[in-house]
């Protein structure tokens, strides 16, 4: 955080811009969605919860993912590889299909 009352701090830089792009992110999303699909039924999404809700099914898989982590400050820019395990949660929608819904990253 900056503290504008103290420039000679650390943290007390020029601003920094940072970006991150996935290696084939249209083909890693369907895979994904293909391998979190379980051929049985758990009945999740079939229990009775209190109005305004909805239960849903969920399936997970850890995947590792690749890409490149971009670093920008004034002047400079720097490209760095990553590949790095991430858990990926996916709900499926009324027709059966698995949906992607969120990542964390497990590193």
């Not at 009945?43 to 890409?67: C, M, N």
């Amino acid at each position: 955080m900056k503290n504008n009352d103290r420039p000679d701090l650390p943290g007390n830089c020029a601003s920094l811009a940072v970006s991150v792009t996935v290696d084939e992110p249209v083909m890693l999303q369907a895979l994904v969605e293909k391998l979190a699909h379980r051929r049985y039924h758990i009945g999740y999404s079939r229990q009775a919860v209190p109005p305004g809700l909805l239960a849903i099914d969920t399936s997970s898989i850890e995947a590792y993912v690749s890409g490149d982590l971009g670093l920008t400050v004034p002047f400079e820019e720097f490209s760095i590889p990553y590949c790095t395990c991430f858990h990926f949660t996916c709900v499926k929608n009324r027709a059966g299909k698995n949906m992607l819904s969120w990542v964390n990253s497990l590193s």
